[in-house]
């Protein structure tokens, strides 16, 4: 091959590369112009008062989102009152107590808990997690709120401790050796120093682990119950946005006010992990900048 | 003194039990269904098909469908997910557009899977006409694989050193052909580990299989892409909520949870054993 034809061929696939990169933003912006086309035929039939105000969600007639949002809410942040401390003190132990044996041993175990099928996690919280809460506190089924957090916070355990972990590592060998020179001890040193210098780092892990929490339908879609109610508390049944549109989407005649409404709440959810995603990133950056 | 030393055991202790709190819901997720789940796995469980209203009978179409799911997965999302990787790592400059195109791929990750099950529907299945069918569900699971390819890929190929590049380049060969030849076969154990974890990710999503193409029940093994599908996971949310008998095929269920998790496990085992041999190679 003579070298006009090689250089021919080294801008051609220089473009294709270019093409595939445009590509992930051509989808981004496809996803964000489907939800949004279609939720503003859904505001022409359905006021957005009614759609942020009601208090139900009942296809044909009644659309809010609110009972949708306060289940997903509840479920979200009942997960992260559980996952954020187990996750954080694991990190804490794996990073600068655990013998370097054993952290070689449970990192890889707590990667195995990530690769594990959400629908594997609802289908333990109908077979062992429910009966095992309506035992507990007495009540005919464990498909409720509670339950969804538990398994959510299992779900979400893996991110939060693999990235504090990383924060916690990147905190200057430096700092802990000037605390342990003023004479603080290993724990004034791990609790006063170090974790506070990791501090955005851990919060980046928690909105992560959030933003999985939100987004994530099968658990939640098999383990909650499906009352499409605002719940009065986490023994309440709730229903999440992700679970609505897995549950009606399949059965929704095409372009309905129904079908928009699905994407109209989609929309919602959207919005939401891309605030959580735009903080998360702003507290990584600021983390990179504080060590460079 | 002694004040300390009791707050230091209790912190010693508090630290040691979250730790054990996280393997111990792994050791129970995973202890519960084995110990049910391998009582129903049989030859004849892995290799006929359902009968008398999924009471009975094994679960192979469905087990063939999320194979077949997965490599459709595979030969879009991988082509795609590397060359956008080659593109950031070795051609893009920082710029704006880079900037851009690395802002959405964060993104794209963080964009819940029914959300891709909904744009599935809307451009596979409604708008290019591939119905509901394996086609479109394993395009779907494509689209939702493509940031994590790019980024591990991106990842692997940071790691080929720059020396390597420079030295063939600098005896003339153009810059693809530095890739091909140099770049890509030095990073390809590191961008198989990727290519790895993320089908093994892929394999076990429903959420965006729901309305793209999986079927609860389809008679008999098509090869044809258009045609929809049966999928372990979706196997396994129908018959712990969807059946009619519910208590009646729990050990079906409970063999199905079991495949689908050991299916996940073996991928991610080949995925470690890659980058294992892989370092090993390196030192």
């Known amino acids: 091959m003579n070298t006009k034809s090689r250089e021919r061929i080294d801008r051609l696939f220089k473009f294709i590369f270019k093409g595939t990169g445009l590509i992930t933003i051509a989808l981004l912006a496809g996803i964000f112009i489907m939800l949004f086309s279609n939720s503003i035929l859904f505001f022409f039939k359905v006021s957005p008062i009614d759609f942020f105000t009601g208090s139900q969600w009942d296809p044909e007639t009644k659309y809010s989102i609110i009972p949708l949002l306060v289940s997903t809410s509840f479920v979200a942040f009942g997960s992260m009152l559980i996952a954020v401390p187990l996750g954080i003190l694991t990190a804490a132990y794996l990073s600068e107590l655990a013998p370097k044996k054993l952290q070689m041993f449970l990192k890889p175990i707590i990667e195995m808990l990530a690769a594990i099928p959400s629908v594997a996690i609802g289908f333990l919280g109908i077979v062992l997690v429910g009966p095992g809460l309506a035992q507990v506190f007495g009540i005919q089924n464990g498909l409720n709120a509670l339950n969804g957090s538990i398994l959510l916070a299992i779900m979400a355990l893996p991110t939060i401790v693999t990235i504090s972990e990383d924060a916690i590592n990147a905190v200057p060998k430096s700092h802990r050796e000037a605390s342990l020179a003023l004479g603080a001890n290993k724990w004034e040193t791990l609790f006063k120093v170090t974790i506070p210098a990791a501090f955005p780092g851990l919060i980046a892990a928690v909105l992560l682990g959030l933003g999985r929490a939100l987004g994530e339908t099968m658990t939640v879609l098999m383990a909650t119950g499906n009352a499409a109610a605002i719940p009065k508390g986490f023994l309440d049944s709730v229903r999440t946005i992700t679970a609505t549109i897995a549950i009606e989407m399949g059965e929704v005649p095409y372009q309905t006010t129904h079908y928009f409404a699905l994407f109209a709440i989609a929309a919602i959810l959207f919005l939401i992990s891309l605030i959580i995603n735009f903080i998360g990133e702003y507290f990584s950056n600021r983390l990179r900048k504080f060590h460079s | ?283």
Not at chain 2, 51 to 74: D, E
Not at chain 2, 76 to 93: D, H, T
Not at chain 2, 101 to 127: D, K
């Open chain 2, 1 to 283: 003194m002694n004040i300390k030393k009791i707050k230091n055991t209790a912190n010693w202790i508090v630290l040691c039990c979250s730790t054990l709190t996280v393997c111990l819901f792994l050791s129970i997720i995973l202890w519960d269904i084995f110990s049910k789940g391998f009582s129903s796995l049989s030859w004849n469980f892995i290799s006929s098909f359902p009968r008398n209203g999924m009471t009975k009978g094994g679960i192979l179409p469905a087990i063939i469908g999320t194979v077949l799911l997965t490599f459709i997965t595979t030969l879009f999302a991988v082509p795609f997910g590397v060359a956008c990787a080659i593109y950031l790592n070795e051609y893009a400059k920082p710029s704006l557009l880079t900037n851009i195109i690395r802002a959405s791929i964060r993104n794209l990750a963080g964009i819940p899977s029914i959300i891709y099950g909904l744009f599935g529907l809307a451009l596979f299945v409604q708008a290019l006409h591939f119905g509901t069918s394996i086609l479109s569900a394993g395009l779907t699971l494509g689209l939702l694989s493509l940031p994590y390819i790019i980024t591990t890929t991106e990842e692997a190929l940071k790691r080929v050193p720059n020396s390597l590049r420079e030295a063939t380049l600098a005896l003339g060969v153009t810059q693809v052909e530095t890739i091909k030849d140099v770049v890509l076969p030095k990073a390809l154990p590191g961008i198989l580990t990727g290519v790895i974890l993320t089908l093994s990710r892929a394999a076990g999503e429903t959420a965006p299989i729901l309305f793209t193409g999986v079927a609860f029940y389809i008679n008999g093994v098509s090869a044809s892409a258009n045609q929809e599908f049966m999928a372990l996971p979706y196997h396994l949310y129908m018959l712990s909520t969807q059946h009619n008998a519910i208590e009646q095929v729990r050990p079906l269920a409970y063999g199905t949870a079991t495949v689908l998790i050991l299916l996940v496990f073996l991928l991610n085992i080949i995925a470690f054993y890659v980058r294992f041999k892989n370092r090993t190679q390196e030192l």
